[in-house]
């Protein structure tokens, strides 16, 4: 569809809330707590924080849960009835306040879950959510979106993105879908015509660091380099860079049984993790951190470019600001770029 | 929902057999008949056998798609999960989803040779292709099986060792390593490779299967290349820790390569081309 473009006063986006509440969908966002900013259920519009970089979380969690049950079983004498997940116990869902690093990640996210055979659970919630993206007036030295074929103000995976503008802190806000038109429908009167707002000039400046298709192509020859143990040295294999990351998207599966009933639960896991490919018979095909870490950004620009033509990194910079012991992607993406092979 | 990737099958297991010590054969039928009757695999492919409340495990079809009605899955006590499917007993019901991977391109082999060559537990993944060929010999010329295990107690379905011993449509060669042999043992004592070197097959036309450990695996690819083997026409399989068994769970790569969806049967020429990652 053509994008619509409209003009939404700031004291708008409050009235707004409370006629995606009135009509009884569940809104998350950002909100503040003990100092981080995380997406939660918003149940009063002043929970939101309006005023923030990033997340510390993505928002990835709405369409991919860090434990998502894949079924309930119960035995009983001999016999066991299995039951798969309730469609009706998914909830609609706007996500409101997304950054475009993440509204972008959600592609990444469907490229994954949908090549060759199609992971119903995951899209089922994803239909069910409206993604209302919020354009970055400011950015910090770890977001590199623009590196990586984003940008602060990218409808890319938004329903609605909303970018704020100059002028009272009223916003511009672009209509991308569908999904979109029909949440604006229910508020009409909010989304005035646009007065021509030159989005690029209200918009963060996030300089270009390095190029990913030169990046791809360098790995084709990188597999055995010795960069890989240079970089993770000082890795801890804590995997909170796969955690916080809008993209990764390698799970567990596990039962959690509950005396003759329980579930099978698929729950985030993280390739830099030592038990992560870790045979039953003590053999370990990633025995080192460096070939765990190797792994991590092979597969984001190396095997999902080649593979499902996305690349697995959004720019968000989370994972460099998780990193306990301060390992920064941008850099390590950037010698890569630079070394001679 | 209409399709939850992740929902097994509810089997029953038919029947159990021990095959050494803490190696045992589940035959499965589908609890549901419709299941059955729309099922189909081919040799080469794996499946998820689950336990409800302890997990998924991942080993191959064991059973020739060529007996229809049932599946069989070999399995040695080693983790949880195959420890909890030990526990199971005839009638009991467990999860299986499936089949995954690609297949021993068996059709592309009519009329040349085949020679097996397998070690150990890696006898099953083996198992389901050799017994395909047999369904339909007429297509083959000769049949070799070489099989060694550590010792004559580890050697698996043993039973079926003595039926293909009878035949006159197959040559068995097998072994135990030295000092792996009982009194009344009438086969090869020494490890794989040596007793390849020893039988030395032609390669005329012939396909080589090989599955194993992989210290046999490493040095029964030379002899193979000395008898003459190409890369193109030894084939083997990987198994990597997989969850899914649909390229989506991101731990059984090599590489660029998914042992999931373009494994587990992969040529030498192949695997030659993966980086160093298995």
Redesign the interface.
């Known amino acids: 569809m053509n994008i619509e473009r409209r003009y939404v006063r700031n004291g708008s986006l409050e009235k707004l809330y409370e006629i995606i509440k009135a009509n009884s969908r569940t809104v998350i966002g950002p909100s503040t707590r003990n100092g981080k900013i995380s997406f939660k259920r918003i149940e009063n519009y002043k929970e939101l924080t309006t005023d923030y970089i990033q997340t510390t979380q993505s928002s990835k969690e709405t369409a991919f849960p860090r434990t998502e049950k894949i079924l309930d079983y119960s035995k009983n004498a001999g016999s066991i009835s299995v039951r798969g997940t309730d469609p009706n116990e998914i909830p609609d869902i706007v996500l409101w306040g997304v950054r475009p690093c993440d509204t972008m990640g959600v592609g990444e996210l469907s490229a994954i879950f949908n090549w060759d055979s199609k992971d119903e659970i995951y899209n089922h919630r994803l239909s069910h959510v409206t993604v209302l993206g919020f354009s970055c007036s400011k950015a910090d030295e770890y977001c590199f979106c623009t590196s990586v074929g984003g940008n602060p103000g990218n409808t890319e995976g938004s329903d609605i993105l909303f970018t704020k503008t100059g002028e009272n802190d009223d916003y511009l806000a672009e209509i991308m879908t569908d999904k979109g038109l029909q949440l604006v429908s229910l508020a009409s009167e909010l989304f005035e015509k646009d007065s021509n707002v030159d989005k690029a000039k209200n918009i963060a400046d996030v300089p270009v660091r390095f190029d990913r298709e030169q990046v791809s192509q360098k790995l084709e020859k990188f597999f055995d380099n010795e960069q890989w143990v240079e970089q993770s040295l000082k890795c801890l294999g804590c995997g909170a860079c796969a955690y916080v990351c809008p993209t990764c998207a390698c799970f567990d599966i596990q039962d959690e049984a509950h005396g003759r009933s329980g579930s099978r639960v698929r729950c985030w896991d993280s390739c830099g993790f030592s038990l992560f490919t870790l045979h039953t018979s003590g053999h370990n095909p990633r025995e080192v951190q460096s070939q765990r870490w190797r792994q991590r950004i092979m597969h984001k620009f190396s095997y999902m470019p080649d593979r499902l033509s996305v690349y697995g990194c959004t720019g968000c910079g989370r994972c460099s600001r998780a990193c306990p012991a301060d390992m920064n992607i941008l850099e390590h993406l950037i010698s890569i770029q630079e070394a001679i092979v | 929902?209409?399709?939850?990737?992740?929902?097994?099958y509810?089997m029953k297991v038919e029947k159990i057999t021990w095959e050494a010590p803490d190696v045992k054969t589940f035959m499965l039928k589908f609890v549901n008949d419709e299941d059955q009757n729309n099922f189909n695999f081919k040799a080469g492919q794996f499946g998820e056998y689950?336990v409800?409340?302890?997990?998924?495990s991942t080993f191959c079809i064991a059973s020739s798609p060529t007996r229809k009605g049932y599946i069989e899955c070999t399995f040695r006590q080693?983790?949880k999960v195959?420890n909890a499917l030990a526990g199971c007993e005839e009638?009991s019901?467990i999860?299986f989803r499936g089949p995954y991977g690609n297949i021993f391109p068996i059709d592309e082999w009519k009329g040349k040779n085949l020679l097996f060559i397998a070690g150990g537990i890696a006898l099953p993944p083996m198992r389901c292709v050799i017994w395909n060929a047999l369904d339909m010999r007429d297509n083959f010329r000769d049949v070799t099986i070489i099989y060694g295990a550590r010792s004559v107690k580890d050697l698996v379905y043993k039973y079926e060792l003595e039926d293909w011993e009878r035949r006159k449509d197959v040559k068995l060669i097998t072994t135990v390593d030295p000092g792996g042999e009982s009194p009344d043992w009438k086969g090869e004592i020494g490890f794989v490779p040596t007793i390849v070197e020893k039988a030395a097959p032609s390669s005329d036309d012939t396909i080589a299967i090989v599955c194993g450990p992989?210290v046999m695996i490493k040095y029964t690819f030379p002899v193979l290349a000395k008898l003459g083997f190409t890369d193109e026409n030894i084939f083997t399989t990987l198994?990597?820790?997989m969850?899914?068994g649909?390229?989506?769970?991101?731990?059984?790569?090599?590489?660029?390569v998914y042992v999931c969806?373009d494994g587990p049967v992969f040529t030498l020429a192949q695997l030659k081309e993966l980086?160093d990652?298995?």
């Open positions: 929902m209409t399709d939850n990737i992740y929902m097994p509810l689950s409800y409340g302890t997990g998924e080693t983790g195959t009638g019901i999860g992989p198994e990597n820790r969850k899914c649909f390229g989506k769970c991101g731990r059984c790569n090599v590489g660029k969806k980086p990652e298995y």
